[in-house]
């Protein structure tokens, strides 16, 4: 495989996984914890590099930056990795995962409060597919695009 083909594949699994998370809340109703915006962060970062690396073309093959991106995947799969194990209960999430902030200082902005919040947690998957969330699956997702990176940067530096 070249280095342009793994790039290419590269982009668009985290295009393809990005868009996924966009399409369930969207369309299928699945709004995201706090926990689940974060596993999202990484992708935008990484989205924009490699999206003009494969615009740059052969101006912008170089090892480092595609072992860059891999980095950036890693943390995804840490990130996500966090949340899956809050979801499977290996592991507390942070206090603030499923309310906000703060406390209301009066008893009437507490009722005020109350009125329009919706309370995401994040220790409760929305969703599974054969017993794993969106999280794990994330988890599964940034591990292969983290390998494909590595794939990239050893053809890279071997001149594919």
Same mark, same amino acid.
């Given at each position: 495989? +070249?280095?342009?083909? &793994?790039?290419?594949?590269?982009?668009?699994?985290?295009?393809?996984?990005?868009?996924?998370?966009?399409? +369930?809340?969207?369309?299928?109703?699945? !709004? $995201?914890? @706090?926990?689940?915006?974060?596993?999202?962060? $990484?992708?935008?970062?990484?989205?924009? &590099?490699?999206?003009?690396?494969?615009?740059?073309?052969?101006?912008?093959?170089?090892?480092?930056? &595609? !072992?860059?991106?891999?980095?950036?995947?890693?943390? +995804?799969?840490?990130?996500?990795?966090?949340? =899956?194990?809050?979801?499977?209960?290996?592991?507390?999430? $942070?206090?603030?995962?499923?309310?906000?902030?703060?406390?209301?200082?009066?008893?009437? =902005?507490?009722?005020? @409060?109350?009125?329009?919040?919706?309370?995401?947690?994040?220790?409760?998957?929305?969703?599974?597919?054969?017993? &794993?969330?969106?999280?794990?699956?994330?988890?599964?997702?940034?591990?292969?695009?983290?390998?494909?990176?590595?794939?990239?940067?050893? =053809?890279?530096?071997?001149?594919?």
């Amino acid at each position: 495989m +070249s280095y342009r083909q &793994i790039l290419l594949s590269v982009t668009l699994l985290a295009v393809a996984t990005i868009s996924l998370a966009w399409a +369930s809340e969207i369309f299928g109703g699945l !709004a $995201p914890c @706090a926990l689940c915006l974060q596993q999202r962060l $990484p992708y935008y970062v990484a989205v924009p &590099i490699l999206l003009a690396m494969v615009w740059a073309g052969q101006r912008l093959t170089s090892p480092w930056l &595609i !072992a860059g991106v891999g980095v950036v995947f890693l943390v +995804s799969a840490g990130l996500a990795g966090y949340h =899956a194990g809050v979801e499977y209960a290996w592991w507390a999430g $942070p206090d603030t995962c499923g309310g906000g902030g703060g406390l209301p200082s009066s008893t009437a =902005a507490l009722a005020e @409060a109350l009125k329009g919040a919706k309370v995401v947690r994040c220790d409760e998957a929305a969703f599974r597919l054969f017993g &794993i969330s969106m999280a794990g699956y994330n988890v599964l997702m940034s591990l292969l695009l983290v390998g494909l990176c590595g794939y990239g940067f050893r =053809a890279a530096r071997a001149g594919r």
